[in-house]
């Protein structure tokens, strides 16, 4: 069944509506006449869809030619028609060159019939050349924009920059009524990286946040269901549940996922402008930039990768060089955590060690952002989250909900402020605990990575080597003292040589009974206080008895 026509008739005689109504009951057996009389009711009635307005010419407050004015500026493509009375020739020729359709003599309504006919159909080409106009002059901005975004996807290799730089181009020149991108974090979340363009702040802000919320207006449900491009139609349902659809009125929207290589970057979203009816062409052409935008993120994360295994790669080089130059154990530390501060995001970092015989843990270094101030010593009856990792033996990362309930479970207890995140790992030397390291953040609950774990182990590793080759040196130390306290004790006199007889060092004992000074003897050779001649061959013999450093 057809829809009925609908015509609004600006009629003050109730006799000439009738008769014009039988009129039209001739050439059309289903249509709606809506008759009213005053200005005020064509403006109310003019905001609903009507096929064709007939006024009367002189109506007592109103008239045709005002109403046929308003027609022009509100709907120029509604189908209007005059009747009126008169006979005057020139009447009807302003009505025409004013923009009326037709113009009817009442005397001969009985033609108003073939009149609207003839008015729809003209009207209907007059639109559909107007948006075929419209809609090659669309399409020539679009290929525009796409050759813009083009040359940007090129040099631009900053994220955030791209985006935004592509929502302008897509609004330039009013190629799109407006345009905005999310992507995904790193969580998969959208509404953290964000850009729009032709739309204000304090109107795309509650869509933002509704994204963060995972609350997703129609367009995005649809395209997280699909790689394809997804056609909204502007309608009071699909307003009602964007934020943007009450703001800014358009016959389409298209939105489509960022995709690359099966990856999610993020959603896209444009409006086009009213009159712009989608079509294949439009649909081809967004699904083509909308790859490249995709593309170009994909190779932004490509080269981001690269840059960050290169950084980490040169962060593992200056950790390992400094255990080996660094001599303290607090320097080594200090400088450990300042070097991982280029690629770990985190606002405190400590190591605390064990002391297993006072069952304590002290703290040799900290570096906090929070101005909290931290103990210097703890002890290890406190069942905090250093004492749980001491229990656990493994690496852990911990967010501020996942600490709460171990504390409801009665694993831990509550020591210092609540971190939205915290990794630590235990320190392990000999297959003994000595420790913990551990990094916090208080703002972000995502703040640590996989990649962050595993720089963290190769620490963990480091530290454990740098402590234990301190006390191998601290051992060897106290060994050569012990040594040399020996060697002074002894009542004989006593050398150290070389394998060429050379002179490194003597007791106080050589010292006295040869009359010379420490400094003086150490020019000499052993060979030199012997009272008898040593043959080279007697000297070999003597000398393959000891060790490269020997006693003699």
Not at 226 to 235: C, E, K, L, M, R
Not at 388 to 416: C, D, F, H, M, P
């Amino acid at each position: 069944m057809k829809d009925s026509l609908k015509i609004l008739l600006l009629e003050d005689n109730a006799a000439d509506a009738k008769l014009l109504k039988r009129a039209l009951s001739k050439s059309f057996g289903n249509f709606v006449l809506t008759v009213i009389e005053t200005k005020e009711e064509y403006l109310a009635e003019l905001k609903k869809p009507f096929d064709i307005v007939i006024s009367d010419y002189v109506l007592p407050s109103f008239d045709g030619m005002e109403a046929l004015q308003i027609r022009n500026k509100q709907k120029p493509f509604l189908p209007f028609i005059i009747t009126t009375g008169s006979t005057n020739e020139a009447t009807a020729v302003n009505c025409m060159k004013a923009g009326a359709n037709d113009y009817v003599i009442k005397e001969h309504i009985t033609r108003i019939g073939e009149a609207v006919k003839s008015a729809i159909a003209q009207k209907k080409i007059e639109y559909e050349k107007q948006i075929a106009d419209l809609t090659v002059q669309h399409l020539n901005r679009i290929l525009k924009a796409i050759r813009n975004i083009n040359q940007l996807i090129t040099r631009e290799k900053d994220k955030q920059k791209l985006i935004q730089q592509a929502c302008e181009m897509f609004t330039h020149e009013h190629s799109y009524v407006c345009a905005w991108i999310s992507l995904y974090d790193k969580n998969g979340k959208l509404g953290t990286i964000n850009a729009f363009s032709g739309i204000d702040q304090k109107h795309f802000t509650p869509l933002i946040k509704n994204l963060r919320k995972n609350k997703f207006p129609p367009c995005v449900i649809q395209a997280t269901k699909t790689n394809d491009v997804v056609g909204i139609p502007h309608n009071e349902i699909s307003s009602g549940e964007c934020p943007l659809g009450r703001i800014y009125p358009s016959n389409f929207g298209l939105t489509k996922a960022l995709v690359y290589q099966k990856k999610r970057f993020g959603i896209i979203t444009v409006r086009l402008p009213v009159n712009i009816t989608i079509n294949k062409e439009e649909t081809d052409l967004f699904r083509e930039v909308t790859g490249d935008i995709s593309y170009a993120l994909h190779n932004i994360e490509i080269e981001k990768e690269k840059q960050e295994t290169t950084q980490r790669q040169k962060v593992l080089l200056d950790i390992a060089k400094a255990a080996v130059i660094e001599e303290k154990l607090e320097n080594f530390i200090a400088k450990v955590f300042g070097i991982i501060e280029q690629i770990v995001e985190y606002e405190h970092a400590y190591l605390a060690l064990y002391d297993a015989e006072k069952h304590q843990y002290y703290f040799p270094f900290q570096r906090y952002k929070d101005g909290e101030i931290y103990p210097d010593t703890m002890s290890d009856s406190k069942k905090g989250l250093i004492e749980y990792i001491r229990r656990r033996k493994k690496l852990l990362v911990l967010t501020k909900s996942q600490v709460q309930k171990l504390e409801q479970k009665g694993e831990i207890e509550k020591i210092g402020p609540y971190a939205a995140a915290w990794m630590g790992i235990p320190l392990i030397s000999k297959g003994n605990f000595i420790g913990v390291m551990a990094l916090q953040h208080f703002s972000n609950p995502h703040a640590f990575t996989v990649k962050d774990e595993e720089l963290l182990n190769f620490i963990s590793t480091q530290l454990a080597l740098f402590i234990e080759r301190k006390e191998a040196l601290a051992q060897l130390k106290a060994s050569n003292e012990r040594y040399k306290t020996v060697m002074q004790q002894a009542g004989d006199a006593i050398f150290l040589i070389d394998m060429e007889g050379n002179i490194l060092d003597a007791n106080d004992t050589a010292i006295r009974n040869l009359g010379y000074t420490l400094k003086e003897l150490k020019t000499k050779k052993a060979s030199d206080f012997d009272p008898f001649f040593i043959s080279e061959k007697h000297k070999e013999r003597i000398l393959d008895k000891f060790v490269p450093e020997r006693v003699v």
